[in-house]
Structure formats: C-alpha cells, structure tokens
C-alpha cells in the first residue's frame, strides 16, 4: 500500500514530529485493517481499488463504535494526506478523498483554570499553611512542569524535547522545537528563571547515572514521557479546579487566555504559541467576549 514510502515522505521530507508520524500510521493501519480485516480474504489490494464508498464506510463504522466527529476529521485529513501524496507519485490516478466531507465538529471554548487559584498553588501552599510540593527532586520537578506549561504555553511534545542547553539564563528564554519542526524563543518570567535554577541544581545533585541533558527528567533520570507529564498536571490541578479536563494543554490555554486578558496583541501570542496561522490563535478572543460579557452582566445596572 505504499505506506512506508509515505511516513519516509513525511519524516524526512517534511520533517514532521516523531509524534505526528506515529499519529498518521495509527490512523492509517486502522484504515487497512477496516480494509483487510485479519480474518477475512483481502479485498484491497493496491490503493487504486480504494474507493470513496470504502472510506464513507469507515467514517460510518468510526461514528457507529463512538469516535468522535474530531478525531474521525482529523482521521479523514490523514487520508487525504496520504491519497494526495500517492497522486504526486503517480501510483494512483485519482484521489478517492476527493468526495468525501468530514463531519461537521462542534465548537467549544478552550478550557482554562483560575489563573489567581493557579499562581496561589504555584505560591507553595493552599488551604492554609499545607505544601503542596514536597522540597525534594520529584517536588521541584513537578513544580517546574506546571510552571512552564504555564510560563510559557509550550505543548507537552514540545516540554519533553527540551534540552538544558536551550535555556539561555543571560536573555531569559527558552528555545522550544514545536510543529513540522519550528524553533521559536519564548522569554521566561523571573519565577521561572529562578526554579530552573534550582531544578538544575536538585538534579545535578541527585547523581543520576544515565547523566541526561533532557531537561525533564523522571525520579530515575530518563528522559520523561507523555503520561508522566499527563498525570502531574492533572494531579495538582485537582486541588484547584473541578472540570473534568484537567490536561497539560488546559495549562496552555491558561497561558493564552490569560495573556489576551491582560490586553496582550493576538499576534505576539501567535509567535509565542508557534500557531502558524492567527485562525487556530482567534479561539481564544471568545474567551475573552465571555469574560467581558460576565463582568458587563455584573456591573451593568441593566446587565
């Protein structure tokens, strides 16, 4: 099926994220196996026998089971990414994504947590004199997981892959690889700057034996990983917040949102998120119409 000419194309090529190669190989082994099922004859053979009603089935079969009308789209955009690279090769003639139409998805607003309640656990303590990160290495770790996540509004991708040496402690910035492997600078607030200080510090000291230059590290000292970055953020917002979604990238629309209310420009916050076009940043002005809505409903003598 071409599949591994295609993820060389877009590794090396357009040298996507080794998460956004992974991405588009699960979705698209999902798609050959609907095909294909393991117990059955093969029915398709070669990507000219795909058809756009063998993709409408999928779509159908991904909706039946539950999946929602996001991922099925972003599912959808897979393979049109894939059937337009096999059109550029000439392996196929013509493109079945042609005639299809993904779902239509829902529009939400981007979650965000108290920004006060934030900087209040960041602070040290809550609910009176309770600490709530421990003055060990595991505590600094977390601690500076939130912080930078909020500090900056960086992805979790981008968290893990970055090293010691893109701190630059004279300007106060930080080097950040983000999508199709875009650097962008994003300057450090002197909180941050301070806690990356000492964690740098914490963690020379605890003698790891592997000795890495990633900068997040585990208790053991390899390089951290999704889930622990998933679980810390979600285990400390759980004292300050009750939504359900309790994520690392709700700490990056924190960032934003927070910015864009102190009267931020929409561009700089495009820069500053790695967006490449300011649609994907215009989300989080509806935030902001609700906030001002919430305050002109509670100050307006009419409101």
């Known amino acids: 099926m071409f599949l591994d000419k295609f993820l060389q194309y877009i590794k090396f090529e357009k040298r996507y994220s080794p998460h956004t190669v992974s991405a588009y190989q699960s979705d698209l082994d999902q798609f050959l196996l609907h095909l294909n099922p393991p117990d059955a004859q093969p029915a398709v053979t070669s990507p000219a026998d795909i058809t756009h009603h063998d993709i409408r089935n999928w779509m159908v079969q991904l909706m039946d089971n539950g999946v929602s009308a996001r991922s099925v789209t972003r599912k959808i955009a897979t393979l049109r990414k894939y059937f337009k690279f096999l059109l550029q090769e000439g392996d196929i003639t013509v493109n079945p994504t042609s005639r299809i139409t993904a779902p239509k998805v829902p529009k939400y607003l981007p979650v965000v947590v108290d920004g006060d309640k934030l900087t209040g656990m960041l602070g040290g303590a ?178």
């Open 126 to 303: 809550l609910d009176g004199d309770e600490k709530i990160f421990a003055d060990n290495f595991e505590g600094t770790r977390d601690k500076l997981i939130i912080e930078m996540l909020f500090g900056t509004g960086m992805r979790l991708a981008e968290m893990l892959g970055v090293q010691e040496n893109d701190i630059d402690f004279y300007e106060n910035t930080i080097k950040v690889l983000g999508k199709r492997n875009k650097q962008r600078i994003i300057p450090l607030n002197s909180e941050l700057v301070q806690l990356l200080k000492r964690y740098l510090e914490v963690k020379k000291s605890e003698k790891f034996n592997n000795n890495s230059l990633t900068l997040v590290v585990t208790n053991k000292g390899a390089d951290a990983y999704p889930k622990l970055i998933y679980n810390t953020v979600h285990n400390y917002l759980s004292n300050i917040s009750t939504q359900r979604k309790k994520s690392p990238h709700v700490l990056r629309h924190t960032f934003a949102t927070s910015l864009l209310n102190k009267g931020a420009d929409l561009n700089a916050i495009k820069e500053l998120l790695g967006h490449a076009n300011l649609s994907a940043t215009q989300i989080y002005t509806h935030n902001s119409v609700e906030r001002l809505k919430s305050i002109y409903k509670q100050a307006h003598p009419k409101g």
